[in-house]
């Protein structure tokens, strides 16, 4: 069977020479869940099982797709308390499969994406664990000095959020598909209010839940999807924690999504407990975290609408609801325009 985005005879004569264990011929199946990157999973003829990850099919943006970056991001993490993937290879001959790739282990555990998956695979005792896990994952991560892990270069350290408006703008009027006022006074009003950045950090950039793989006990197996990380202000992964961090029964900002999110199962702490918490462990100051969540929603936004550009082109390998992204990025700028209006 044909898989968008595979070539399985070069694949194959790769992963002989390059993964240790690896026994052709291999198999591969699509793992959905991700709009960005493509991730599939590998089986080879000896049970052992990998994950392969490639930049869509098709003309994108390099810089947000580049395989040795995230591979590199992976491997410098493996001795620190985040837990993260094995990475077990790396190939940017784009003869191979048209794209560069890369390789790590199979993590057993669950994606958990709203609340109803959450209440099925977590008790209550469980969920509250996993929260209290997500916190001190996050503060593990932030703790971690670039330059001890070989990160001192990831990226720029200071002036994180300028760095930041001016990069995702750029994203935005690249891919935007309409056009959308709301998106041009958030952006206004982020230059405006700008905070001054204290202290900085390794920033993962898409930091939630549903970016992780969790066992049925509610701990957290890999923190997955680093292909936003870089250096900067940590207090960014924060607001954007907070974004995906919704209470049972609250409407999110899109209607739906902040709404179906893992901690709108009961168990979990409250926003304000998880910023109490964090504060204790990092020291940090995050009384001003409204702004991080109005640019966070912003950021989001445009990073859906590029999204939605890539399904429109048909490069994404499977077909997807283009409305509902349209809807999305709409009630990502309304929200952020509405924590703005709060500072």
């Known amino acids: 069977m044909t898989i968008k985005g595979i070539r399985a005879e070069g694949l194959n004569e790769w992963f002989a020479k390059h993964v240790e264990d690896a026994v052709p011929p291999l198999e591969f199946s699509l793992i959905k869940g991700g709009h960005s990157n493509l991730t599939y999973k590998v089986d080879d003829a000896a049970g052992h099982r990998f994950v392969l990850r490639r930049p869509p099919t098709g003309a994108v943006i390099a810089t947000a797709h580049d395989m040795a970056r995230e591979h590199r991001i992976i491997s410098a993490l493996a001795n620190t308390a985040v837990p993260v993937p094995l990475a077990l290879g790396l190939c940017e001959d784009e003869s191979i499969n048209d794209a560069p790739f890369y390789v790590m282990a199979y993590v057993d555990g669950y994606v958990l994406g709203d609340q109803i998956q959450t209440a099925k695979r977590l008790d209550e005792s469980a969920r509250g664990r996993l929260g209290d896990e997500v916190i001190e994952v996050l503060v593990a991560l932030h703790s971690v000095v670039p330059e001890d892990v070989g990160l001192g270069d990831l990226g720029r350290k200071e002036a994180y959020l300028s760095r930041q408006l001016k990069r995702w703008r750029t994203q935005w009027e690249k891919t935007k598909t309409r056009e959308l006022p709301a998106m041009e006074e958030v952006f206004a009003g982020l230059e405006a209010k700008k905070p001054e950045q204290l202290g900085s950090g390794i920033v993962h950039g898409d930091y939630r839940i549903g970016n992780m793989l969790t066992t049925d006990k509610g701990h957290i197996a890999a923190v997955l999807d680093w292909e936003l990380c870089t250096l900067g202000d940590p207090l960014a992964d924060l607001g954007y924690l907070l974004n995906n961090w919704s209470h049972p029964g609250e409407a999110g900002p899109t209607g ?50 590029g999204v939605l550009a890539r399904y429109l082109k048909g490069v994404m390998g499977n077909q997807a609801d283009t409305d509902l992204f349209r809807d999305q990025v709409d009630g990502l700028a309304s929200a952020a325009l509405d924590l703005l209006g709060e500072l």
């Open 256 to 305: 739906r999504g902040a709404a179906m999110s893992p901690t709108s199962a009961e168990g979990f702490a409250a926003r304000e407990e998880v910023v109490a918490r964090y504060e204790a462990l990092t020291g940090r100051d995050a009384g001003g975290i409204a702004y991080y969540r109005a640019f966070q929603y912003w950021r989001l936004a445009a990073i859906v609408e």
